[in-house]
């Protein structure tokens, strides 16, 4: 079980917006920044928001991501089939002195 | 462009030793630190160890501590994963990443294809 949640799975139709919820606690989320990754079917993980809120250069501005707390939030706006992925946050952990992943988010587009 | 590519992804029984490479290309290797991630088949990501930008500072997920060794040859362009006494659930796509800083953890803003190790007698 991860330290960061996410939920499996979520859903939405293209056009729409989805957002995808990652709860962390005090050591982690709560005092480092986050970070999301984008994972393509059969595709090696690339970085789709880095220091809790900001887009590296490429990534479309479809993509937002926000932080309050222990928890953050990846939003993805004018969802398109291309969207179907997986989305893992993960922040480092001062208590266990690594970096840890949320469980991952698998986004279907209906 | 940045590239990284990992090599040295075989079938080894438990109990084994591996070494793992990535080659580097198109960035300054020496100024940012370096990590190694991986993903169990049809599992999440965990990170597995990470370097500075120098090897001076590292670390190690609890999971493979004492039994992995990270290294770096700035010479070389190279990031390297030394794998001892593996497990079956060392079975995983090992995947390098560039840190977006010079320290050895953080985010990790480019990855390589990943090499496959697969752990089994």
């Known amino acids: 079980q991860s330290v960061l949640t996410q939920p499996p799975s979520v859903s939405e139709a293209p056009r729409q917006k989805v957002t995808i919820s990652c709860s962390g606690g005090s050591s982690n989320i709560g005092s480092n920044a986050v970070s999301w990754y984008q994972q393509l079917p059969g595709k090696a993980p690339t970085l789709l928001i880095y220091y809790d809120d900001l887009l590296p250069s490429g990534v479309s501005d479809r993509f937002s991501a926000s932080k309050s707390g222990t928890s953050a939030s990846l939003a993805i706006s004018g969802l398109q089939s291309e969207d179907e992925a997986d989305y893992y946050c993960?922040?480092?952990?001062?208590?266990?002195?690594?970096?840890?992943f949320g469980g991952g988010t698998k986004l279907t587009v209906l | 462009e940045v590239h990284l590519v990992e090599s040295g992804g075989r079938v080894i029984r438990p109990g084994g030793s591996l070494r793992l490479s990535c080659a580097t290309s198109g960035f300054t290797f020496d100024h940012y630190g370096m990590s190694w991630v991986r993903q169990a088949p049809g599992k999440g990501l965990e990170w597995v160890s990470g370097?500075?930008?120098?090897?001076?500072?590292?670390g190690y997920a609890d999971s493979v501590k004492g039994r992995f060794t990270i290294s770096r040859d700035n010479a070389k362009d190279s990031l390297y994963l030394q794998m001892h006494r593996l497990r079956d659930e060392d079975t995983a796509f090992y995947y390098c990443?560039?840190?977006?800083?010079?320290?050895?953890?953080?985010?990790?803003?480019?990855w390589g294809q990943g090499t496959l190790v697969t752990v089994s007698s």
């Open positions: 993960a922040a480092w952990d001062d208590s266990l002195n690594v970096v840890i």
């Open positions: 370097i500075d930008w120098n090897g001076g500072s590292t």
């Open positions: 990443a560039r840190v977006i800083t010079s320290g050895w953890f953080g985010t990790a803003d480019y």
